[in-house]
């Protein structure tokens, strides 16, 4: 099992800004889609932004559009989460996942998902 590891999350005010960060170790994931997704206790796990191995193509929820960007470094084997303008509504667990990017975007499946971090947004 690769892991991945997600650091970045915390307790912020909303309008507040954070940055997640993912570190795949073990082998290279240059040629791996990287995504995260968010989850809260009673709901469906949430898909919030995907990016291609190049970086070309990226996805957004419709929730985030505007507000979260999703960027990578494949040197470092490392995928970020730049969220800014955060709401109540965007507390979750966030897990990283890396796979293939028509899995990712279609049922959500993933080859490997992180533990993940806690994101809490007081209103």
């Known amino acids: 099992q690769v892991p991945l590891v997600e650091s970045g999350g915390g307790l912020v005010q909303a309008g507040d800004s954070l940055r997640l960060s993912c570190a795949a170790s073990?082998?290279?994931?240059?040629?791996?889609?990287m995504g995260w997704f968010r989850q809260t206790p009673g709901k469906a796990r949430e898909r919030v932004a995907v990016i291609s191995w190049s970086g070309d193509s990226v996805f957004y929820a419709d929730s985030v559009k505007g507000r979260f960007s999703i960027s990578r470094n494949n040197a470092e084997n490392t995928v970020y989460l730049q969220m800014n303008s955060l709401k109540a509504e965007d507390t979750a667990v966030y897990h990283c996942a890396v796979g293939d990017w028509v899995a990712l975007l279609g049922a959500g499946r993933a080859e490997y998902w992180g533990q993940g971090t806690q994101v809490t947004v007081s209103s």
């Open positions: 073990g082998r290279s994931f240059s040629r791996d889609a």
